[in-house]
């Protein structure tokens, strides 16, 4: 019988394969009741270019008898064009630098003709250009492993063993700078009983730590009096991304000035 159907991808000519023992041959036929002759004597019939999948009838026919078998039937299969489909991301920015989260599957590949092999890629140069092949990510999904520290693009490549490759959407994952926040003064001395104003810097909003001997924690500019030498440590955050940056300053404490006994 037919062991063999055909298929492609896009409109064209598909060709159909039989096997048949030795002294046996096909005639092919358009239609079921097989008056339509197509083609005698022959194992494999390639078809007119079609546009629709279509079913053609081989008959099996003894070579030295004549007797023929029931009609069979082949079907020639035209796929859709292959489509990459859609991505997303979990992660659409990260602070400064870190590993972007899972790359998932919005929409399925769909069309083409045989296995999807699939191939992940990543560029740090633009949404267009630079992409390379990232190793190991052969799967529908990817979760990347690495750090990365520039804005990075991401697609999804997909072919088949007869399909040309097509790509998914690409995603960019932005690499937002970190808030560049400072202290004034860099450092500090102050005897003890005394305070010394400190000024953040860089940021939109902040908090101070630790609050012990603070005037505030919550505000750009406090006044710290601690009794022994103490690290403060102030968190700035970017009110518009979110990110978020520390500097820390030491204010050393010595003893106060005596005036001594004459």
Do not use: E, H
Not at 73 to 93: E, F, K, M, W, Y
């Amino acid at each position: 019988g037919v062991s063999l159907n055909g298929a492609r991808t896009g409109a064209g000519s598909v060709t159909l394969t039989g096997t048949v023992p030795a002294g046996v041959i096909y005639d092919w036929y358009s239609n079921a009741t097989a008056t339509i002759l197509l083609l005698a004597g022959s194992n494999s019939y390639t078809t007119p270019s079609i546009s629709q999948t279509t079913t053609y009838y081989p008959v099996a026919r003894n070579i030295t008898t004549g007797c023929t078998s029931a009609t069979a039937s082949a079907v020639a299969t035209i796929n859709p064009v292959l489509s990459g489909g859609v991505i997303n991301s979990v992660t659409t920015s990260i602070c400064g630098s870190g590993i972007p989260g899972a790359l998932n599957s919005t929409t399925a590949a769909t069309g083409g003709t045989g296995t999807y092999i699939y191939q992940w890629q990543s560029s740090a140069t633009s949404s267009v250009s630079g992409f390379t092949d990232i190793a190991g990510a052969n799967a529908a999904t990817y979760t990347p492993s690495s750090s990365i520290s520039v804005t990075t693009y991401y697609r999804r490549a997909v072919s088949t063993a007869t399909d040309a490759v097509v790509y998914s959407n690409v995603l960019a994952v932005t690499v937002v700078s970190l808030p560049n926040v400072k202290i004034s003064p860099g450092s500090a001395t102050i005897s003890n009983g005394n305070s010394q104003t400190l000024t953040a810097s860089g940021a939109d909003t902040y908090v101070w730590t630790p609050s012990t001997n603070l005037s505030a924690t919550t505000i750009g500019t406090i006044s710290a009096s601690p009794t022994v030498t103490t690290a403060y440590t102030v968190t700035g955050t970017n009110a518009a991304t979110s990110c978020v940056n520390t500097a820390t300053i030491t204010v050393t404490v010595v003893p106060a000035l005596s005036s001594g006994t004459i």
